[in-house]
Each structure stands twice: as structure tokens, then as C-alpha cells.
């Protein structure tokens, strides 16, 4: 069983930035697609961001584009997205998960896609 944990999430004020880890239990180097989802109170899931295998292709939610950026370190199968110019919006539960497969329609945001997840890391940012 794949296992995720998630690091890196805090409370920061608007303009800040954090940077979540999320550390996997196996080899990485050929995942067909990881990403990064929140959930913010009484809000439906949000695919944030995915990177393909190899640590090629990069997707973002228009959202963040521009302010996240996602990667991986292969050698530590870990994956990263460093947060910029955060905003109050930004404030969510941030869940790593890893597919098993490339997303069908290169849906990367579609959580069902995503075979397993981490347990979270909170993220609070004030205005």
C-alpha cells in the first residue's frame, strides 16, 4: 500500500509563502501523474496542480497559475509545491495523491483519477 504524508502547511498572511512536501512511501521517478487538491470548509475538492511522470508536463488551476509551482525530487520521492503571493482564497486543507494511470482525457484535476491520497496538511492564510 502506496502511502503519502504531507508536510509544510501553517498559517502565513496574505502576500506570504509556504512550500508543502509530500513524501511517498515508494519510487516516484515513473508515477504517471501526481497532484495537489484542497478543500476549503464547505467547499467542494479543487484539483490545485499535477505533474507527469518523469517530472515533465505541469498543470495548474487558473487560480494559481502563476503564484504555485509545482515539482519533484525523484531521489527523495518527495513532491513539492512552493506557494507564492498567497491569498486568504488560498486557505484549505492541501492533499497530495498520486494516480496509478495517466488521467483519461488528461483530466488531472479529477479526483477520481488519483488512486491515493495523504491525510492532509492545513494551510491558513490571513488578510
Known amino acids: 500500500q502506496v502511502q503519502l504524508v504531507e508536510s509544510g502547511g501553517g498559517s502565513v498572511q496574505a502576500g506570504g509563502s509556504l512550500r508543502l512536501s509530500c513524501s511517498v512511501s515508494e519510487h516516484i521517478y515513473s508515477r504517471p501523474c501526481m497532484g495537489w487538491f484542497r478543500q476549503a470548509p464547505g467547499k467542494e475538492r479543487e484539483g490545485v496542480a499535477a505533474?507527469?511522470?518523469?517530472?515533465?508536463?505541469?498543470y495548474y488551476a487558473d487560480s494559481v497559475k502563476g503564484r504555485f509551482t509545482i515539482s519533484q525530487d525523484t531521489a527523495k520521492n518527495t513532491m513539492y509545491l512552493q506557494m507564492n503571493s498567497l491569498k486568504p482564497e488560498d486557505t484549505a486543507m492541501y492533499y497530495c495523491?498520486?494516480?496509478?494511470?495517466?488521467?483519461?482525457?488528461?483530466?488531472?484535476?479529477?479526483?477520481?483519477?488519483?488512486?491515493?491520497w495523504g491525510q492532509g496538511t492545513q494551510v491558513i492564510v490571513s488578510s
Open positions: 505533474i507527469y511522470a518523469g517530472g515533465g508536463r505541469t
Open positions: 495523491a498520486e494516480a496509478q494511470n495517466h488521467p483519461f482525457g488528461d483530466n488531472w484535476w479529477v479526483g477520481n483519477e488519483y488512486s491515493y
